[in-house]
C-alpha cells in the first residue's frame, strides 16, 4: 500500500481539489455518534464522474483505500476512514441533472441533499419522498438504502431508485437500470449497489422517481398515558390500511427533550404524531378514522393542522429529536439502536425494550417510524465512562437478539457501517459470506471503504 503515492498522483489531477489540511481531515473523521475519531490521508473534490473514475484507478494502483463522502450524517460509522486512505467528498456533485415531468422521475449527481432536491422540483409539481430526517445527500441514502418518517406510504430507498451510475473498483464507469419501470433483463444490479454502504463500488448518478405533490396535507399529534396503546393504534392504523403518510411514535423521555429545546409544551406522555397526504375528502376522512382507533385505544383528543407552517414546525422537532435527547444529558454521546419487526410484534418488542432499559443505568428515549415496524433508542453515555458504554452496548445487544427473535432485522435503516458488523452473522447465516463472495469479485483488492459491512473486508 503506498497511500501517499497516490496522494500525490492525485495532486497531479485535482490540483487543490485533493486536500491534506488538518482541519479538512478532521471533519472527515468525525461521527455523529460514539465511534472514535477517524480522519482519512487526504480528502478529494471531484466535479464529475470522470474525475471520480480517475480517482479509483490511481488508488487502486497504488492499493490505497477510498471512502465515499457525502455530507456525514450515518450513525454507524460508515464514512470513516478505518484504515486511512483517500475520502472522495461529493459536494462539488450537486446537479439535478435532468427532470422528466411526464414520467415522473429525474437524475442527479450524489452530492446533492434531499431538502436542495425537493426545493429545486417545486416549481415541478413533484416531489421527491424519502426522509429520513436529517438533510441527507441523496447519494449517502441510496448507499445506505436509507428511509425515515415517509416510509409508510412511499418506500424507502429501494423503492425510489430506478438506476444508477457506479464506478467500479478498477475504475469503469457502468449504469445499472433503467428509466422503464420494470425489467427482467439480467442481475438486479440496481439493487445490489442500493444499501452497499461504498464497499462495492462509488454512485456517480442516480435516476430517481417522482411523486405528485398531494392536493391536501394534515398533520396531528396525540397523547396516550402507556407506550402499549399507541403502538396498538399502530397497528390497528396499519392492518386498517388507513394510507398513513408519516406516523411517528415518541416516548415520554422524548416528550420532555421536545418540550426543552422547543418550547412544545407537550404532556411528557408517549406520542404518535401523523400526516395524511391525499385529496381534501380524503385526507378529512383518513383523518377521521385514525382519530376512531386513537380513542378506542385512550388517545387524547387529536390536535390537527393543514397550516404549512404549523406542519414544518412539528416535523422540524421530529427531525431533530436526536439532538433534542441528547441535550437531555448535556454533554453525552449516544449508542443509537435501529431495529425493525413485523408490525405484529412491535408492542412485544417495544414493551420489552423499555422495560430493559428502565431496568438499567442507562438513560434511553425511544421513538421511531412505527409504521414500518421500525423504532430506535438513543442510550445516552457519558463521554470515557467506560462502565456506562459497557452497559449500553449491552443493552443494545439484548436489543438486537430480541429484534432477531421477533423475526425482525438488527437494523431498519442505519445500515451496518462499523456498528453493526458483529451481527451480520446472526442475521444472515451463511448468507453473510455470500456477501463476502460479492465483494471480493467486485473489489478483490479490499480498497472500497474498508472496514464496514463484510467480515475481514
Not at 478529494?44 to 477510498?66: F, G, M, S
Not at 457525502?70 to 446537479?95: N, P, Q
Request: a negative charge.
Amino acid at each position: 500500500m503506498s497511500i501517499q503515492q497516490a496522494i500525490t498522483e492525485l495532486q497531479a489531477v485535482l490540483g487543490d481539489r485533493i486536500t491534506t489540511s488538518k482541519s479538512d481531515l478532521d471533519l472527515h473523521g468525525q461521527n455523529e455518534t460514539h465511534f472514535p475519531h477517524l480522519p482519512p490521508d487526504a480528502v478529494a473534490y471531484p466535479e464529475t464522474t470522470d474525475e471520480v473514475a480517475r480517482i479509483v484507478r490511481i488508488c487502486a494502483a497504488n492499493d490505497c483505500p477510498i471512502i465515499p463522502w457525502g455530507v456525514g450524517t450515518s450513525l454507524e460509522g460508515h464514512a470513516l476512514a478505518l484504515k486511512g486512505g483517500v475520502t472522495i467528498d461529493f459536494v462539488g456533485m450537486d446537479r439535478l441533472l435532468e427532470v422528466n415531468d411526464a414520467d415522473m422521475d429525474c437524475t442527479v449527481q450524489p452530492g446533492i441533499t434531499r431538502e436542495a432536491l425537493n426545493t429545486e422540483l417545486r416549481a415541478t409539481g413533484l416531489f421527491f419522498p424519502v426522509d429520513p430526517g436529517a438533510n441527507a445527500t441523496i447519494g449517502g441514502m441510496a448507499a445506505t438504502r436509507a428511509s425515515g418518517t415517509t416510509a409508510v406510504r412511499y418506500g424507502t430507498m429501494r423503492d425510489n431508485v430506478l438506476a444508477l451510475e457506479v464506478v467500479t473498483a478498477d475504475g469503469r464507469i457502468i449504469r445499472t437500470g433503467s428509466r422503464a419501470r420494470k425489467t427482467s433483463a439480467g442481475y438486479d444490479l440496481t439493487g445490489l449497489f442500493l444499501g452497499s454502504e461504498g464497499t462495492l463500488g462509488v454512485i456517480t448518478a442516480l435516476t430517481l422517481r417522482l411523486q405528485g405533490q398531494p392536493e391536501a396535507i394534515s398533520a396531528g399529534i396525540c397523547a396516550f398515558d402507556e407506550i402499549g396503546d399507541a403502538v396498538s393504534a399502530v397497528i390497528t392504523t396499519i392492518q386498517m390500511g388507513i394510507p398513513m403518510a408519516r406516523i411517528e411514535f415518541v416516548d415520554e423521555a422524548t416528550a420532555a427533550a421536545f418540550n426543552a429545546q422547543s418550547g412544545a409544551g407537550m404532556p411528557e406522555k408517549p406520542h404518535l404524531m401523523v400526516e395524511f397526504h391525499g385529496s381534501d375528502a380524503g385526507v378529512a376522512e383518513q383523518s377521521e378514522r385514525f382519530g376512531e382507533i386513537v380513542a378506542e385505544f385512550g388517545g387524547s383528543e387529536f390536535q390537527w393542522s393543514k397550516q404549512t407552517e404549523e406542519r414544518n414546525r412539528l416535523w422540524k422537532m421530529r427531525h431533530n429529536a436526536y439532538y433534542s435527547c441528547l441535550q437531555l444529558r448535556p454533554g453525552a454521546t449516544a449508542v443509537v439502536t435501529d431495529l425493525c419487526v413485523p408490525i405484529s410484534r412491535l408492542a412485544e418488542a417495544v414493551a420489552e425494550t423499555r422495560a430493559d432499559i428502565d431496568a438499567s443505568p442507562i438513560p434511553g428515549p425511544i421513538l421511531g417510524h412505527v409504521g414500518d415496524g421500525n423504532f430506535h433508542a438513543i442510550l445516552l453515555v457519558e463521554p470515557g465512562n467506560h462502565a456506562e458504554m459497557t452497559a449500553a452496548k449491552a443493552l443494545s445487544h439484548r436489543m438486537v437478539e430480541r429484534a432477531l427473535r421477533l423475526g425482525g432485522t438488527v437494523t431498519g435503516e442505519h445500515g451496518v457501517g462499523m456498528g453493526k458488523l458483529d451481527y451480520m452473522e446472526a442475521e444472515h447465516g451463511a448468507g453473510w459470506d455470500v456477501m463476502g463472495q460479492i465483494k471480493r469479485a467486485l473489489d478483490p483488492q479490499g480498497i472500497l471503504n474498508p472496514g464496514k459491512m463484510i467480515r475481514g473486508a
